[in-house]
């Protein structure tokens, strides 16, 4: 007999089944019911798991990060300057190969969508995209300090990155068969660098004047 699957197993097959339902038909038509129907089990089942359907996404994004992150990690092995772990960043989100996913980036696409209809998916989705700036922002400016740059212009460059990698997850999803294969990583990485090759030099600290005698 099989074993019996645990509670956080089975919230993880109901999370992995919200993944290509989402991706298919957005958020407003992934019922509970077509959520049960991908993962095999009664639409009983869910509920006994997740109080709604707000949960499951909110869980799902948090797989989709931790994913992410963990094709990060793999691609740092061989990082050995804080530019590597920029352009490791950079193709674990937007590189395809060994551990791309379509569906991931068509279901982030229909979350971002639902984002500007829906108040309770906006809200995870700012979580999501603020969590990713401030590690972009982050590696960005250790960048910029490696190179004796300015590291000011870190929040702004950061944003420009996040734009255009999610633009690139939109243009996946809408016209994957119209964009040139592989664009989007190598895009993002000549931006970045460009951009920190171009970002004014570190200004010197002032000294601190040296207290005038007292007269």
């Known amino acids: ?50 109080a709604n359907k707000r949960e499951i996404l909110v ?9 992410a ?13 804080p530019l590597d772990r ?3 960043h950079l193709d674990s989100r ?3 190969g060994d551990g791309a996913n379509a569906d991931m980036a068509a ?8 984002a500007v209809r829906e108040p309770e998916v906006r809200t995870v ?24 740059r300015d590291e000011s212009v870190a929040p702004r460059l950061a944003g420009a990155l996040l734009a255009l990698m999610e633009g690139a997850f939109q243009l996946a ?16 990485w000549n931006h970045a660098r460009l951009g920190i090759a171009a970002a004014p030099g570190r200004k010197p600290a002032r000294r601190a004047r040296a207290a005038a005698p007292a007269g």
């Open 125 to 148: 989705y700012q979580e999501a995209i603020a969590a990713e700036l401030q590690a972009l922002t982050q590696l960005i400016a250790d960048a910029l300090r490696d190179a004796g």
């Open 94 to 96: 937007l590189a395809l």
């Open 1 to 50: 007999m099989p074993p019996r699957p645990t509670t956080d197993s089975r919230r993880a097959q109901i999370v992995a089944a919200l993944l290509p339902v989402l991706a298919r038909n957005g958020y407003g038509k992934a019922t509970i019911v077509e959520i049960a129907r991908q993962a095999g089990l009664a639409p009983g089942l869910i509920h006994y798991h997740f």
């Open 173 to 188: 999803s809408a016209a994957g068969d119209v964009m040139p294969v592989g664009y989007a990583a190598e895009a993002a």
């Open 59 to 67: 869980s799902l994004v948090r797989s989709m990060v931790e994913y």
């Open 69 to 81: 992150n963990t094709r990060f990690e793999q691609a740092t092995a061989a990082a050995h300057t």
């Open 86 to 88: 920029l352009r490791a």
């Open 107 to 114: 279901a982030w696409v229909m979350i971002g969508a639902e």
